[in-house]
C-alpha cells in the first residue's frame, strides 16, 4: 500500500477505537494523533513522524468514519442473517430524554456457531402499541430483504402488547412466521418469580432495601459510609441501588 492508502487505513482503525471508547470525535486529532508523533519521534526519529501528520482525524472525518464503519458492520449482519434462520428478541426501552427506542437482538447460526447481536435500534415515533412495534420490524426487514419465513423464535417481555396471543406482537408475528416460538424474557421471567420470595426472605430484603436507600438518598450519609468502610478495611467503598426490574441486581446490592 502507498503511504496515502496507509493513512487512511490508519484513519479507520483510529476512528474505530474511537468509537469502542465512547470518546468524543474530536480526540483523534487533539489527543491521539498528537501523542503518537511525539512517541515515533522519540523511538524512531523525525522522519518517521512527519509521515503520521497525513493521517485524516479530524472531528467531522471520524463522524463519517464511524459511519461507514457501523454501516459495513449492519451490511455484513444482514448478509449472515439471510442465510440462516433466526430468532429475535425484542424490547421497547425509554431513554433520559423520555423517548421511546426499540431494540432488537438477532440470534442466527453461522456454520456450526451460535451468534448473537444488535439487530437495530429504531426510535417509536407513535404509539408503542404491538401493530407499531410489528410496522418498525415489518419495514427494516423490507429494506433489507430479510424473509418472515427464516424466523424461528421470538422473545420479550410479559406485557400485552408484546406477549398478547391475540393482538400482541406474538400474534402479529406468527401470521408472518408460522414456525416461530415464542418466550418470555429470562430476565423478567426470573423478576415475577421474585416476587413471590418467601416471607421471611422478603422481610430480610425489605430491611436491606430501606437501609441501602438511607445511605444513597444523602450524599454525607454516603461519605460516611465510604469512611466507615475505609476504617473498617472492607473491599468496597459505595453501594449500588437496588432495580426491581432486574432480578441480577438483588445478588450485587446486599
Same mark, same amino acid.
Given at each position: 500500500? =502507498?503511504?496515502?492508502?496507509? &493513512? ?16 468524543? %470525535? #474530536? ?5 491521539? *494523533?498528537?501523542?503518537? +508523533? ?8 523525525? =522522519?518517521?513522524?512527519?509521515? @503520521?501528520?497525513? +493521517?485524516?482525524? &479530524? ?27 433466526? &430468532? /429475535? ?7 433520559? *430524554?423520555?423517548? &421511546? %427506542? ?33 410496522? +418498525? ?9 430479510? @424473509? ?23 400474534? *402479529? ?14 430476565? %423478567?421471567?426470573? #423478576? /415475577?418469580? #421474585? ?16 437501609? *441501602? ?14 469512611? /466507615? ?10 453501594? /449500588? ?14
Amino acid at each position: 500500500m =502507498s503511504v496515502t492508502q496507509k &493513512a487512511l487505513l490508519e484513519s479507520y482503525k483510529v476512528s474505530y477505537r474511537i468509537a469502542k471508547c465512547k470518546k468524543p %470525535h #474530536s480526540i483523534g486529532e487533539t489527543l491521539v *494523533l498528537p501523542a503518537a +508523533i511525539d512517541m515515533i519521534e522519540t523511538m524512531l526519529g523525525e =522522519s518517521y513522524a512527519d509521515q @503520521l501528520k497525513i +493521517i485524516p482525524l &479530524a472531528d467531522n472525518t471520524v463522524g463519517r468514519r464511524i459511519s461507514d464503519i457501523s454501516e459495513d458492520l449492519c451490511d455484513q449482519l444482514i448478509e449472515k442473517v439471510k442465510l440462516s434462520s433466526f &430468532a /429475535l428478541q425484542v424490547d421497547e426501552a425509554t431513554d433520559v *430524554l423520555k423517548d &421511546a %427506542h426499540l431494540i432488537t437482538y438477532v440470534r442466527y447460526v453461522v456454520e456450526t456457531d451460535v451468534r448473537e447481536d444488535m439487530l437495530f435500534c429504531k426510535p417509536i415515533e407513535c404509539n408503542t402499541t404491538a401493530r407499531e412495534v410489528f410496522k +418498525i420490524i415489518d419495514n427494516f426487514f423490507n429494506e433489507n430483504g430479510i @424473509l418472515w419465513e427464516n424466523c424461528v423464535g421470538l422473545c420479550t417481555d410479559g406485557a400485552p402488547s408484546m406477549a398478547g396471543k391475540n393482538a400482541g406482537l406474538q400474534a *402479529l408475528v406468527r401470521k408472518v412466521a408460522p414456525r416461530a416460538v415464542w418466550t418470555n424474557c429470562m430476565i %423478567h421471567r426470573q #423478576s /415475577l418469580v #421474585s416476587r413471590d420470595m418467601g416471607e421471611d426472605l422478603l422481610t430480610v430484603f425489605e430491611v436491606i432495601t430501606r437501609v *441501602l436507600n438511607f445511605i444513597k438518598n444523602s450524599p454525607l450519609r454516603g461519605r460516611l459510609f465510604a469512611k /466507615l468502610c475505609d476504617d473498617m478495611g472492607s473491599e468496597y467503598r459505595s453501594l /449500588l441501588y437496588y432495580c426491581e426490574a432486574r432480578w441480577l441486581s438483588r445478588a450485587k446490592v446486599p
